[in-house]
């Protein structure tokens, strides 16, 4: 295990160097102006990373308040998409003819953008948070459902006739080993759900909403409020992170076998 | 449910298991267009042991799959003890694949104790009994290692109790050591000898090692190549499961071990 340590101090040092570089180039570019003349623009609406900071700091109250507003939405649309889509896979690969009756569809389903159609969702749904959590869910439920359907059929035949003989039911095959054989790629999905969720929920507040912050991003478009936005999309990318590493968390206590 | 089980301290006993003799009759099987298996008839008497050898892809595996109830012949009976029925084949033979498949999210222990598990016994008691295997075979102390913990023989080992506790009176053994290097093998074929003198079962032994099976069986039969048939039958000349070192150099051994190749160099060619 020693050598490893090095090398998990260069995976998180070598990033943080290069962010860091990044920041002091943008502070460099956008204190000094040469941005804003370049694109000759008024110098508040290049904000620095000081000033988002800044920013970030005053308007704290705020963009807690709305924060919690679309993690919300988040939470309850990532939860939906992985009920329904791996309830989708288990009925697809319990029953062939319901894969190969729904499978293409949605493959197809995917050629839609859900986000065109997230007006119609707010009409349906009204402007509360039951449209969000449509559309969170309906961007979310596509990798999952792929994702735990892969799963299921990774099990090995070999595995199936051993289990077979041995007297398992239906049941027993699923809950002892197509079920653990499915998990982490379960988890795999929650992954990539995770990332896409964000941009769900800011999709779905601009096609109808009063608090969130995807709807603070679109009010402050309207007032040039730059430095909120990027402050706001700071807020909006640490959600993410935050519930990308409960995923990691969650993921190493459950398939702890790996 | 398990009655080889019951008595631990069981002596060495080569009697029979009833009813569980198994009998093959012009058996055939195809996967469409494909005549995997052709009029293939095997007999094993309850409490025997009958390796079946053969070129790759005769059709050794679907074989063993038609025997233990998880395939259907084209043409001709499977029966064991005396019932063709897919169902009581699957009742009363139990499956080991080539590959120990034990399942990493599970130790050792419950790995081996799963057909108790299926079969509706709850954890502890599946445990007990599970341990009680355990030590009279070697793998006492490691009830509670991961499978990727365990040697590649440990985990055949595992793997075979996993077949044995099940209860079921005939065996089918896909190459349970070909995985194995050379020096384990030999180990795990004395091993097994000596589980089946403890716990006696109706066998049938897929191998490509024509040495392992006359070793560990009492007949062997060679499979041509595809589509299989039975070319040779071969009483093994040595009794079953004696010390290896003598036994493989024993002249009727090595007699035999000569007549089985050529009778798989011909086969091979094709029939």
Request: glycine share 8%; net charge neutral; with cysteine.
């Amino acid at each position: 295990m020693r050598p490893q340590r090095t090398t998990r101090w260069r995976r998180v040092l070598l990033p943080g160097l290069l962010l860091a570089a990044l920041i002091g180039l943008w502070q460099i570019a956008a204190s000094s102006g040469a941005v804003a003349e370049l694109l000759s623009l008024e110098p508040y609406l290049v904000p620095s990373p000081a000033e988002i900071a800044q920013s970030l700091w005053e308007n704290r109250g705020l963009l807690a308040e709305n924060a919690w507003v679309t993690l919300r939405e988040m939470l309850f649309g990532i939860l939906a998409a992985i009920v329904v889509g791996v309830g989708f896979a288990v009925v697809m690969h319990r029953w062939r003819v319901m894969r190969d009756a729904a499978y293409p569809l949605i493959i197809a389903s995917q050629t839609i953008p859900v986000l065109v159609i997230a007006p119609i969702l707010t009409v349906w749904f009204g402007y509360g948070i039951a449209p969000k959590v449509v559309i969170i869910a309906l961007v979310c439920f596509f990798p999952l459902t792929i994702n735990a359907l892969d799963g299921l059929r990774a099990v090995e035949p070999e595995a199936v006739k051993m289990m077979r003989s041995l007297d398992a039911s239906r049941w027993q095959l699923f809950r002892r080993v197509e079920a653990p054989t499915a998990l982490p790629h379960v988890f795999t999905g929650a992954k990539i759900a995770v990332v896409i969720a964000p941009i769900g929920a800011v999709f779905a507040e601009w096609a109808g909403s009063s608090a969130g912050l995807g709807h603070l991003i679109q009010s402050d478009t309207a007032n040039f409020e730059v430095a909120r936005q990027f402050a706001t999309v700071v807020v909006l990318s640490a959600m993410a992170l935050a519930l990308m590493a409960l995923t990691v968390l969650a993921e190493r206590r459950v398939v702890g076998w790996r | 449910m398990n009655p080889q089980l019951a008595d631990p301290n069981r002596t060495e006993t080569t009697a029979a298991v009833p009813g569980s003799e198994l009998s093959l009759r012009g058996v055939s099987h195809s996967y469409g267009e494909i005549a995997t298996l052709a009029e293939v008839d095997l007999q094993v008497e309850s409490g025997g042991v009958v390796g079946v050898v053969g070129p790759s892809g005769c059709g050794k595996s679907t074989l063993l799959e038609l025997i233990c109830g998880l395939r259907e012949p084209s043409g001709g009976t499977v029966a064991i003890g005396g019932s063709s029925a897919a169902g009581d084949r699957l009742a009363r033979c139990a499956f080991m694949p080539q590959r120990d498949l034990l399942l990493p999210w599970y130790s050792a222990i419950d790995n081996a104790a799963i057909a108790l598990r299926n079969q509706g016994m709850r954890r502890e008691p599946a445990r007990a009994a599970a341990r009680d295997l355990f030590e009279r075979f070697g793998l006492g102390g490691f009830e509670n290692a991961r499978p990727a913990e365990l040697s590649g023989g440990m985990r055949q080992r595992v793997a075979f109790l996993r077949t044995l506790i099940a209860g079921k009176p005939v065996l089918a053994l896909d190459e349970p050591f070909a995985a194995l290097d050379a020096i384990t093998r030999g180990e795990m074929q004395e091993w097994l000898a000596a589980a089946l003198r403890a716990d006696p079962r109706t066998v049938v032994l897929v191998t490509h090692d024509v040495e392992e099976a006359l070793y560990l069986c009492d007949r062997v039969a060679v499979l041509s190549a595809r589509p299989g048939r039975v070319i040779a039958e071969l009483s093994v000349p040595t009794r079953r499961g004696e010390n290896r070192d003598a036994a493989v150099t024993d002249p009727a051994f090595v007699a035999a071990r000569e007549e089985a190749l050529q009778a798989l160099r011909h086969g091979s060619r094709g029939s």
